[in-house]
Antibody, heavy 122, light 107 residues
Framework: QVQLQESGPGLVKPSETLSLTCTVS??????????WSWIRQPPGKGLEFIGH???????KYNPALKSRVTISVDTSKNQLSLKLTAVTAADTAVYYC??????????????WGQGTMVTVSS | DIQMTQSPSSLSASVGDRVTITCRAS??????LAWYQQKPGRAPKLLIY???SLQSGVPSRFSGSGSGTDFTLTISSLQPEDFATYYC?????????FGQGTKLEIK
């Protein structure tokens, strides 16, 4: 079955860029019914949608983060990536990659990675 | 942004109880609503999509209903593994938003 695995530094300094990768196994990022997403969860808090990308490279970002976020996809490696610039302590969170399936009546995040904790601190 | 408001924020119940969690959207979203279960230290798990459709592999004691702005998640007979935090989420309007969560605890 499809599995997602996030990877990247667990500690980022303030004002620097957070970079994460999500590797997709058991399936292809090039499948047409899926958007590949990043979602984050600050410690003890709720879930925030960051943005998503289609295999074609078309992406869309949460306006609250749009000026700092870039999501890219590498179909040859079956990976997606997240870059978040100018980070502050408020960006400390568990970052999840998730597959959003849009087909017929389903429109939901049906597969999630295990998440990776990123702490912003000097 | 569409605001999703869940109630209650926390709930204590016993094994075997019937439990209902409510989610209200700040504007109409038809039946475009999903429910997720999250256990401590784990990623969320999709339970229900399109307000009332059960995700494959999810026990039938979970059910969802509603449309427009008001939705409910019901667990018909709580099992020990159901104690977790539950989130609603709307995929109707960008940016997609989640409720603040309902923590279901053992009484």
């Amino acid at each position: 079955q499809v599995q997602l695995q996030e990877s990247g530094p667990g500690l980022v300094k303030p004002s620097e860029t957070l970079s994460l990768t999500c590797t997709v196994s058991g399936g292809s990022v090039s499948s047409g019914s899926h958007y590949w997403s990043w979602i984050r969860q600050p410690p003890g808090k709720g879930l925030e949608f960051i943005g998503h990308i289609y295999y074609s490279g078309s992406s869309k970002y949460n306006p609250a983060l749009k000026s700092r976020v870039t999501i890219s996809v590498d179909t040859s490696k079956n990976q997606l990536s997240l870059k978040l610039t100018a980070v502050t302590a408020a960006d400390t969170a568990v970052y999840y990659c998730a597959r959003r399936t849009v087909a017929g009546i389903i429109d939901a995040f049906d597969i999630w990675g295990q998440g990776t904790m990123v702490t912003v601190s000097s | 942004d569409i605001q999703m408001t869940q109630s209650p924020s926390s709930l204590s119940a016993s094994v075997g109880d019937r439990v209902t969690i409510t989610c209200r959207a700040s504007q109409g979203i038809s039946n475009w609503l999903a429910w997720y279960q999250q256990k401590p230290g784990r990623a969320p798990k999709l339970l229900i999509y399109a307000a009332s459709s059960l995700q494959s592999g999810v026990p039938s004691r979970f059910s969802g209903s509603g449309s427009g702005t008001d939705f409910t998640l019901t667990i018909s007979s709580l099992q020990p593994e159901d104690f977790a935090t539950y989130y609603c989420q709307q995929p109707n309007s960008f940016p997609y938003t989640f409720g603040q969560g309902t923590k279901l605890e053992i009484k």
